[in-house]
């Protein structure tokens, strides 16, 4: 069985202090429904969504404030995966938190990130295995 490691992917990381439209960029660029926020050691403080940009994007069109970071905007109770977690565990994992997307932790630190579909490709090519056997 695969651990996270072997399927995660680096990508943009959020830190507290940026401000929102640079942070929705990033977001947008990555492709993926939210990013991980780190302090200056890369461990993990938070998680910003789309939806948590969407939510303020929204309420911004009535008035606006240049000022908002990304500390205002974040959850600060995210769900991380170890990068030593098995694709099967993490798999239950998402079952039970329905999350699209975790950060992956090695010591604390964000050293990438996994997503739902990262996940099932990975699992399929394994029925696959198991399947031309």
């Known amino acids: 069985m695969l651990q996270v490691k072997e399927i995660m992917k680096t990508s943009a990381l959020l830190h507290p202090h940026m401000g929102l439209s640079e942070a929705v960029k990033l977001i947008v660029d990555s492709g993926l429904s939210g990013l991980p926020v780190v302090d200056e050691q890369q461990q993990l403080v938070g ?5 948590d ?3 303020k994007l929204i309420a911004e069109s009535y008035h606006c404030d240049a000022h908002v970071t990304v500390a205002e905007l974040m959850r600060d109770d995210p769900l991380s995966v170890s990068e030593q977690l098995t694709t099967l565990e993490l798999g239950q994992q998402m079952q039970t938190n329905r999350p699209k997307v975790y950060p992956v932790t090695r010591d604390q630190k964000v050293v990438g990130i996994v997503t739902r579909s990262q996940l099932v490709h990975s699992l399929s090519k394994s029925l696959d295995s198991c399947q031309a056997y």
């Open 47 to 51: 998680f910003l969504s789309e939806q």
């Open 53 to 55: 940009c969407l939510q």
